[in-house]
């Protein structure tokens, strides 16, 4: 199993990101995914999740209007549309998949100037 994430970087205040997360090794659509995020000097939190069909989703109130999550389960890839962002979504973002197991990603920057 073995997820790579990609489409992090620097944006401004209001900008857009569009994180990636490419799945191998498995059967992706069996899995339940989510995006979690961790801050310096911050624990991990969880940021949304999405059910192995994609029919159910679920946000943290501080990202609800302003992020999207998405899968698409034939190309084994999980999406993160950031819209709207803030400083204070500046983390590294990390893909999380589980099915009784966990497995984590390596991590992607976002990072979000003034």
């Known amino acids: 199993v073995q997820f790579v994430e990609s489409g992090g970087g620097l944006v401004q205040a209001g900008g857009s990101l569009r994180l990636s997360c490419s799945a191998s090794?498995?059967?992706?659509?069996?899995?339940?995914m989510a995006w979690y995020r961790q801050a310096p000097g911050q624990e991990r939190e969880l940021v949304s999740s999405?059910?192995?069909?994609?029919?159910?989703?679920t946000y943290i109130d501080s990202v609800k209007g302003r992020f999207t999550i998405s899968r698409d389960n034939a190309k084994k890839m999980l999406l993160l549309q950031m819209n709207s962002l803030k400083p204070e979504d500046t983390a590294v973002y990390y893909c999380?998949?589980?099915?009784?197991?966990?497995?984590w990603g390596q991590g992607t920057q976002v990072t979000v100037s003034l």
């Open positions: 999405i059910s192995r069909t994609g029919g159910s989703t």
């Open positions: 999380y998949g589980h099915r009784g197991v966990g497995y």
């Open positions: 090794g498995f059967a992706f659509g069996v899995y339940d």
